[in-house]
């Protein structure tokens, strides 16, 4: 996907945003089945930048690997 692809007024990105604002602790299922918990520090077109509590770097996650993101609190 390329940069103007990723469109900022599409709900979806809107919400992620906002929950991101908020530092809102988030559950992202993996198509391979694993759940990781954190809190986003950014997102780009490709990746999603997740920061775990006991971490110092952000795990980046790629897009397509993402089947669903929720907020846990």
């Known amino acids: ?5 990723f469109d900022p007024t599409l709900p979806g990105f809107r919400l992620i945003q ?4 908020e530092k809102r602790v988030l559950s992202i299922e993996l198509v ?15 990746y ?8 110092i770097d952000p795990i980046l ?7 669903t993101v929720r907020p846990l609190i």
């Open 1 to 5: 996907m390329d940069a103007a692809g």
């Open 18 to 21: 906002s929950w991101m604002r």
């Open 32 to 46: 391979d089945g694993r759940r990781l918990d954190g809190r986003l520090d950014w997102q780009d077109p490709e």
């Open 48 to 55: 999603l930048a997740l920061r775990r509590d006991e971490s």
């Open 61 to 67: 996650i790629a897009r397509r690997a993402v089947i």
